[in-house]
């Protein structure tokens, strides 16, 4: 079932989405050559301290993190740990912050220091496709407007789109319906609207759209091991159009 938020319940999200996007503002600072996972875990844990909010990653399902770091290959819920960003990485995290009792889901991709151009393409483009799919984020359009313009556009530049993760509707839950896949036909799926709460978040790699999963049961990597890059916000749809949460 799809939970519509009233104004006052998105109230209450554009605040924890902006917690989520300061704590996300403040990571993509950290992102050096030297520094640790761990580290940037632990940054996450007193920011979200200080802020009286809660981690809504830490315990979910057993994961044992606050935020996920995932590095190069490495597409989503990498667990932070004694890992050195190195100069030339790209680095992933997916962070969410619960206030007031509801969620902000965040992430972004970065290069650590000096990138490759195929990697700062990879990037750009993992981005751009992510605002492709918010821009279709309106009421009385259909959830795979979303879906396929995301697929379109990272397609369209040589990347590929990962099929076995999506997005979610979010809310007083993490994952609540509809999912949101970055994939699909357009004109297909439940119709947009006013009210609907959803993160959207691209994944995409540089070469196969597909992935596996490690030994620890959470990281997960492209099968070929090339690259991936992963970027998310959570919009709320109003009767103007998208609007982005999780943004300071």
Known sequence: MIILKSPEEIKLM????????ELCALLKEKIKPGITTLSLDDIAVSFIKKRKAIAAFLGYRGYPKSICVSINE???HG????RVLQEGDIVSIDAGVVFGGFIGDMAFSAGVGKITAEAQKLLSVTEQSLYQGIAQARPSNHLGDISHAVQEYAESNGFSIVEQYVGHGIGRQMHEDPQVPNYGPAGCGPMLK???TLAIE??????????EVLDDDWTVV???????AHFEHTIAITANGPEILTKI
């Open 74 to 76: 490495e597409v989503v």
């Open 194 to 196: 006013e009210g609907m």
């Open 202 to 211: 691209p994944m995409v790699n540089a070469g196969t759209y597909e992935v």
């Open 79 to 82: 667990i932070p740990g004694g």
């Open 14 to 21: 554009r605040e924890a989405g902006r917690a989520t996007a």
């Open 222 to 228: 492209t099968k070929d091991r090339k690259l991936s």
